[in-house]
């Protein structure tokens, strides 16, 4: 069962992009998310390094750039117990999928 993924809309291709969810590390797409066509699901196969598996992340959707990024969460990544996460990725939308950890800029 999949629970406390991350979701973006991508308004200019009609689709939704989710991303892990306790214990996953998958992103996935859905293709006419809006319903107006069939919607479809794609398991995307990202090259690697991927960001470790996490629940309760938060997303955005950069329209500019056409990609995700998530930042934090928890994972359970230390013997089982939940820790939470300090990293922030981006994924690309356009080309092969790769997600990349990147060290924002404090203001």
């Known amino acids: 069962m ?8 991508d308004p200019g291709l009609n689709r939704m992009i989710i991303f892990g969810g306790f214990l996953l590390n998958e992103s996935w797409v859905l293709a006419g998310a809006n319903g107006a066509t069939t919607p479809t699901w794609t398991l995307l196969s990202p090259a690697a ?6 629940g309760t ?3 955005g959707y950069d329209t500019a750039n056409g990609r995700m990024i998530i930042f934090g969460g928890y994972g359970y990544i230390n013997a089982g117990y939940p820790t ?12 092969p999928p790769a997600w990349s950890m990147i060290q924002p800029i404090d203001p």
């Open 2 to 9: 999949r629970a406390s993924h991350t979701a973006v809309y």
């Open 49 to 54: 390094p991927l960001p470790a598996p996490r």
């Open 57 to 59: 992340a938060a997303a």
């Open 84 to 95: 939470g996460l300090n990293d922030t990725w981006v994924l690309p939308l356009a080309g």
